[in-house]
């Protein structure tokens, strides 16, 4: 497994990166040089990879193997997966080279106090999904931090009606048409649906890594390499 990082603001690392988007170009030169600011200089550091998905990524990929697993770690700003057609791009890109590719979106589970913070992450991963047309595993990461686990617990698979009974309850009455459209568009997606992340347990980080493993096919072509090899063939 090869973890690239594709944002161009980060420091540091505790693990090894085996490609790097600040090898192309990185916020703080951007900044520096063309005086932009934070947001405007990330938004331009990853239009200036959208220029180079034929160069510098194309070349980056060409080291590894078919068989490889590549976690592609981005900048944590939402409009880049809505807004901006980059990382949409992105993603074709990767198609196009036969990478069997999903989207894990992460929403901090100390995030999740109440109904209504619960309800704009799921429309944020919401956003996001159409926007990159990808299997999406959604995760409540860092629940190792979280104290009061009973009431994450009701946001993991609740029902559509709860949700919307919560909603009206911490809303005017005059957003009640609105909150009963916006559970139905939630719940039509079948995005009321989170897998707990704890890093404490084994258990926990086994299990999120099948549903991704299972989104992309991970396990099924390692099977089938498997038995197209007969040793059989191999000895003559």
């Not at 947001?39 to 331009?44: A, E, H, P, R, T």
């Not at 957003?175 to 997606?189: G, M, P």
Request: proline share 4%; glycine share 2%; charged share 25%.
């Amino acid at each position: 497994m090869h973890i690239v990082n594709l944002d161009p603001a980060a420091e540091n690392f505790d693990y090894p990166v085996a490609m790097d988007i600040r090898e192309l170009i990185s916020l703080e030169d951007v900044m520096e040089e063309l005086g932009l600011g934070p947001n405007g200089g990330l938004i331009y550091c990853m239009e200036h990879l959208e220029d180079n998905l034929d160069d510098w990524l194309a070349e980056e990929l060409d080291n590894y193997l078919d068989d490889d697993y590549l976690v592609f770690d981005c900048p944590g700003q939402i409009e880049l997966f809505t807004h901006v057609p980059v990382l949409r791009n992105f993603v074709d890109h990767l198609k196009s080279r036969n990478f069997n590719v999903c989207a894990v979106y992460l929403l901090d589970s100390q995030f999740i106090t109440d109904v209504t913070k619960f309800i704009s992450g799921c429309m944020a991963s919401l956003s996001a999904m159409v926007q990159l047309e990808l299997p999406h595993v959604n995760i409540l990461s860092k629940m190792d931090l979280v104290t009061n686990k009973k009431e994450i617990e009701d946001y993991l698979n609740p029902e559509s009606q709860f949700l919307l009974s919560e909603l009206n309850q911490h809303m005017a009455p005059q957003f009640a048409k609105l909150n009963k459209s916006l559970i139905e568009l939630v719940d039509e997606y079948s995005m009321v649906s989170f897998m707990p992340l704890d890093l404490r347990k084994e258990s926990s980080i086994r299990y999120v890594l099948s549903q991704i493993d299972n989104c992309i096919q991970w396990g099924e072509d390692a099977d089938l390499k498997i038995k197209d090899f007969d040793p059989e063939d191999d000895d003559e």
